[in-house]
């Protein structure tokens, strides 16, 4: 569950000395400090659940939500957020894991990103097409259909399969929210190749 040190200074009032109390318990292992003033109580809570807590608004989204989404093989060990408007990348190391944040354009930012809840957390994730989108919004621009096709299927090793299941419809919504060359190569390589 999370807490914050108001809920906890309200649980410890009755501590001549509540800061002491909050780090015994940090030391003891009852309370897991998320970012400062937001602790988690649970140690074996999975990191997804808490990624929008520890900096936001945001969502999970890039190379994490597609190995979520078994667009990717390799699962991904960071949890890797969109966020919008803050300028600068931010990572957060704790006892649950790596947590990077990144911005994605403001314009594209609330397109296609499903609530799920579980237990008592609510978490945020992409859609597979919202996910490329945005992983091919952060990489190095490409000049050519064959340098995106390398790109999606050699560099980020995107199962061809899961890719032809996208729904490409979604991928031209977002491609004008974007202002990307990769994108761009992107669109046009679905339209080549899917689209008759």
């Known amino acids: ?30 309370l897991f400090p998320l970012v400062r003033g937001i602790y988690e109580t649970n140690g074996s809570t999975d990191g997804f659940l808490l990624a929008s ?3 936001g608004p945001s969502y999970l989204s890039f190379e994490y939500a597609l190995s979520f989404h078994n667009i990717i093989p390799e699962r991904v060990v960071v949890y890797t957020n969109a966020t919008f408007n803050k300028r ?24 296609f990103v499903k609530a799920y809840e579980e237990d008592t ?15 091919l919004y952060i990489k190095q621009p490409v ?27 979604d991928v031209i919504f977002l491609s004008n929210k974007y202002t ?13 190749e899917y689209i008759k």
């Open 53 to 55: 807590f520890i900096y």
């Open 1 to 30: 569950m999370i807490v914050t040190t108001l809920n906890l200074k309200e649980k410890y009032k009755d501590y001549t000395d509540v800061n002491g109390k909050i780090k015994r318990d940090v030391d003891n292992g009852i």
């Open 121 to 135: 957390y609510s978490y945020f994730i992409a859609n597979p097409e919202k996910a490329l989108c945005d992983l």
């Open 88 to 111: 600068k990348t931010k990572s957060y190391q704790n006892h649950f894991g790596l947590f990077t944040y990144r911005d994605v354009p403001k314009e594209a930012f609330p397109f």
């Open 180 to 192: 990307s060359n990769n994108i761009r190569y992107l669109i046009k390589y679905i339209e080549s």
């Open 143 to 169: 000049k050519s259909i064959k340098e995106i096709k390398m790109l999606l299927f050699e560099n980020l090793r995107i199962n061809k399969e899961a890719f032809d299941q996208l729904i490409f419809e």
